[in-house]
């Protein structure tokens, strides 16, 4: 008996999500490794950062790399860092106090630097303290118990974020401490000087003892347990300018950490990164190089194939391996399940221009269809189903990109300029778009201050692509950045299309005159 739409196994959006829900069996089961992913670099450590768009599937990556290593040798241990939930406000904001007074007292050099904050040694500790947690849950066999690795654990010990403990360095009370001084210090300068004075003697005994710890972790003799730290959810979101600029440096100086910390060959440590994070970091703070680490280290995920109306194409793939599995011991064939042409194209195109070769295109696919009350239960994807579920399918692509610029503008920028869009052709130029707001109006002044970041911005993120009618159509040529297409173009004939997509949300027409 053939399935019904509803039967389907969509996934979740999140990764994280689904590998801890019921279906995380469902999950490993329909997931299909990215065609240029050099696992084995990655495994090895010759690569350790995963990067790409919001939906590319980086998470799904990072859990397929430790189901991996886990099956290779059972004994693997395997552990996550999650920036955005791990380090929720209150904690980062701790940090942020921390990394400011060390910097401006006591910098690693030995040399005060007031202008330049860094968290590198707060980041090692952070490693420090999960490698001894990840050891001491795993039964203390990953590194051997020798005087070493006592007296790091020791060490490491003696720093926590919240202690009473006198003989433990409590990274909360030096935020204290840090806060007072700065806070009283324009009222009772006594007071201030008393605070900074024990503030001092407070991080330099934070700053060596991570150094400390540091020595005694290169001098560790690892045992043959295979060991991974990964880390995800490395986000920040453009709002408040402050705090932007605080995550941002926080993420530098953490894949700075993760970098040195790989050198040691005592652990590797594997990161996924947005895209737009890295951009972002180019933007608005001083990288310090960090480009050089991203450059080298890094593995870009691509779901790009060269015959795009190909069954074969590996997102069309991930699409007919979930269809299977709600048909257990059948032959299970696109042209079952869909229609050989929709709206005169073929469906395998149609399907893939409306994305932008992400498999989070296909959940969001899946799901519109299922929520579709009227066809769930349908047994074949008819034209009337695929035109009812791509308003939902419209609108939730377009908030997954929202959420992608939420790292270079703010919702109320981004609203701005998606308003000059909404409603208008599906064909535009800077000028025309400009035109569009009125003249001394918020969207006016926005459009002339960033007008040219927000194309090259929307080009990127799949709300534009370039379209060239220098030739009668059909003949016409596309670019798309998720097709490889590096950079928008706004001359020599090409123009900016909105994609495919999002054309429904905006109630823009999707046909071209």
Sequence with gaps: ???????????????????????????????????????????????????????????????????????????????FIYFKSDYEELRKSQMDMIAKKLTSLVDISGEIQPNKVEYLHIWRWVFFKQIVDDSTHNINNLFEEDDNWNLFVKKVNSICFNSKDKHVISLSS???????????????????????????????????????????????????????????????????????????????????????LNMTKQVRIIAAIRSEIINAMDRFITTREINKIVDG?????????????????????????????????????????????????????YILDNGWNKPRDIVRFITAAQNDSLHCNDVFFSKAAIETLMKEY????????????????????????????????????????????????????????RGDDVVE??????????????????????RWNHKDDTGVLTDNHWELVVHHAICKELSIPYNID
Aim: charged share 25%; with cysteine.
């Design 1 to 79: 008996m053939k399935a019904f739409i509803k039967d389907i196994y969509a996934g979740m959006p999140d990764a994280k999500d689904e590998v801890f829900s019921d279906n995380s069996e469902k999950f490993f089961e329909s997931f299909i490794v990215p065609p240029e992913l050099p696992v084995n670099k990655l495994m090895t450590g010759e690569k350790f950062l995963v990067s790409g768009y919001k939906g590319v599937g980086k998470t799904s990556v990072l859990y397929y790399l430790q189901d991996r290593a886990q099956a290779e040798n059972s004994n693997t241990c395997c552990s």
């Design 457 to 478: 911005d929307f080009y990127r993120v799949g709300i534009f692509g370039n379209i060239n009618r220098y030739s009668y159509a059909p003949e016409w040529k596309w």
């Design 394 to 449: 419209s609108r939730n692509s377009l908030a997954e990109i929202r959420q992608e610029l939420q790292s270079l503008y703010s919702s109320t920028e981004i609203e701005l300029a998606l308003r000059l869009l909404r409603g208008g052709p599906r064909i535009v130029d800077k000028e025309s778009i400009r035109k569009r707001a009125a003249k001394g109006s918020p969207a006016r002044q926005f459009w002339d201050e």
């Design 174 to 260: 030096l935020a204290i401490s840090t806060s007072l001084s700065t806070k009283e210090g324009a009222k009772v300068s006594a007071n201030a000087d008393f605070e900074i004075k024990k503030s001092i003697a407070n991080f330099q005994r934070f700053t060596n003892t991570v150094d400390e710890c540091e020595a005694l972790f290169g001098l560790l003799r690892r045992t043959n347990i295979p060991y991974y730290i990964f880390v995800d959810e490395i986000e920040a979101f453009y709002g408040d300018k402050d705090l932007f600029t605080r995550d941002l440096t926080l993420i530098r100086d953490l894949l700075f950490t993760i970098h040195r």
């Design 297 to 349: 280290y890094t593995v870009p995920i691509k779901w790009s194939y060269s015959n795009t109306n190909s069954l074969n194409h590996p997102i069309i793939q991930v699409l007919m391996k979930r269809i299977a599995m709600a048909c257990p011991g059948q032959m299970c064939e696109f042209k079952d399940w869909f229609p050989d042409e929709i709206y005169g194209k073929d469906t395998v195109s």
